[in-house]
Every structure is written in structure tokens, then in C-alpha cells.
């Protein structure tokens, strides 16, 4: 690996750890590393939960450099066990909860994730003198930004105060306190990333985006919370992969930096265009207003002036990518996750709460698979 700017240093052995390897961003992650770089050994993991795939790895199976590893970060044995036996020395970690419908009904489950999973890995990542560790969250951390704020600060920075308002947002707030923490307190060499909402192949259809198109595929109406008005920016996960691997190589050890596009659009405006590139004008039939969630943010907006001097900018326009996206879907969707993606498609997907016992339960991995 190639030295940093200063405040990081040359990783001196190439094994690579990608946490949530087999999901959607941490699949085309993966794909990147193992193709680009072919003395590195990268070793996807992941728990498989219901959004991620294997199929969304196949195409490096082959290589050398590759592996695969099924597990859960919150297996503090096994998460001390890999890093020793493999002598892993730069963690990616991506795996997380992350569907904001399912923390309004399981946040318990988010916090265990989220949280818990984090911790471990920074335990273990302190415990192994691990030499890089890039944690991705979102930039849901900052809260909401309305349009009348936006005349007076107009993007988040880095440096602004974090204020989430959804349970996955807050956990994964707290997930970012506990790794500046331990870069505080045990220097371990952190970085931390934010990025807007990132759209592409591989996606689980519970997201907007691949969620509309495979509803649109299966001739079913796209369900729009509230008015509609609500706006997210939108990245290709391509950008997206180009930037963590410019902050993997360049990123001084801890700063945060945010990712994101100007590509800008409402929900409604994002629902239209889904429609147009499908040529379908019948609106009335093809747009459903249902009842919006607990709480939606209006809108995010992020400054990512800070890694534009690393040398990173988006390349694929937004039409570009959607164009991409749909056509993996019309050829994937009905195959790449089996019958698993009819549930994601009503207007309120979202899981049970959690049983009173998990209240009284000590945080517990999963059995895990070997290695």
C-alpha cells in the first residue's frame, strides 16, 4: 500500500478485512480491491443476512487474493480468532444495519449491530495493533437540513454537530464515538467516511431506488411516504468504491470525510424519472401516496469539499447510473435473492419489535460457520 499523507503511515503487509463483504457496497468494495489490487489479500465478511449475497461476489471467486469468511462482527472470540489467523492488518468495516423502516420497529437489533459490532472490532482492531481501520457510516449522523437552514449553511461539514433522528442514524452516530474514542484514547489509526445514499447493482430492493424498479419489473404500483417532497443526493457505487479507496490509501488517520454528489432530487422527482426510462406516463396507476414513516427527514446535504482535495470526484452522472442499475435489475432481480425480495416491496416493510426477553439477554454472536 502506498504511503499516506501525513498522519497515516505505510501498511507494511497487504490483508485486507471488508466487513459486510458479500452486501451491496461492501460486494462492489471487494470486487474493486481484489481486481485492482493482486498482491493484496482481501477477505470478505459476512453473516448473510437477508440483503446480502454471494452471487454478488462471483465474479472474483476465482482469484487468488480472494476469500470469503461467514461470521457476525459481534463474535468478539471469532473476530480475535480471524484477525490473528489471517494477520489481518487493515479493517473496511461496512457491515451494519442500515434500512431506516426496520430500525423503526427493531432498533434493538440496530444497537447490537451497529453498536456492539463496532466495538468489538475496535477491541480486537486495538488488541492486534491493527494498522488502518476505515469506518463507513452515513450522512444521516447529521440530522435533517430544511431548505430555510439551507440559505444560511447550505451543506454539512465535517465538523458539523452530529444530530440523527432515526435509530439507525443514532446508532450509527454512536458507532463513530466509540472510533474517534479509541483513536483518542489508544491512537488506533482510524479514519471515519460519510456518504449520501448510494444506488447501483447489488442493491436489496428495500432502498427507494431498487425498490421502485423492481416494483415497476413486477407491474405494482411504487409507494411514496407522505407527499413526496422529501429530497435525498444520490452517488453511483462506483464513486462511492473509487472514494474509500483513495481514503484507504490517502486518508490521514483521524479525520472524517464526507462523500457525496450535488445530484439532488425528490422522491416524487425520482419516482417520475424511474418511470420515464421505463416510457410509462400512466401515473395514476403507477403512484400510490401512502402514510410517511414515524419520522423522514426532509433532506440531507453534505459538503465533500475535503475529500475533493484527495482527488476524488463522481464520474457517473445520475441518469448514467440509473441507466446501469436498471438494466442489471431487468436481467437479476428475479433471481439474485431467490423469492426473498416480495416483503421489501409493500409500503411499510419493517420487522416485528423485538421480544421483551432480548431486554434481559447479554448480547450473544450467532453460531458461527468456520472459516
Known sequence: MSTAVSGSREVASHNILVTGGAGFIGSHVVIHLVKSFPSWNIYAFDKLDYCASLKSLQEVVDYPNYSFIKGDVCSAEFINYLLSEKKIDVILH?????????????????TRNNVYGTHVLLEAARAHKIRRFVHVSTDEVYGEVDHQEACKNPDMNETSILAPSNPYAATKAAAECLVMAYYKSFKLPIIITRSNNIFGPFQYPEKIIPKFICSILKNLPCYIHGDGSNSRRYLFAGDLTRALTIILLHGKFGETYNIGSDCEI??????????RHFNIADEKNSIRFVEDRAFNDK???????????????PT????????ITI????????????DN??????????????????????????EMDGM
Open 341 to 366: 425480495i416480495s416483503s421489501a416491496l409493500v409500503p411499510h416493510p419493517g420487522r416485528k419489535f423485538p421480544p421483551l426477553q432480548f431486554l434481559t439477554e447479554s448480547f450473544k454472536a450467532d
Open 327 to 338: 438494466e442489471w435489475y431487468r436481467a437479476h432481480a428475479d433471481n439474485w435473492w431467490g
Open 299 to 313: 433532506r440531507y446535504a453534505i459538503d465533500s469539499s475535503k475529500i475533493h482535495s484527495l482527488g476524488w470526484r
Open 316 to 323: 457517473t452522472t445520475f441518469e448514467e447510473g440509473i441507466r
Open 94 to 110: 461496512l457491515a451494519a444495519q442500515s434500512h431506516v423502516d426496520n430500525s423503526f420497529g427493531d432498533s434493538l437489533e440496530f
Open 266 to 275: 425528490t422522491n416524487l422527482e425520482l419516482t417520475r424519472s424511474l418511470l
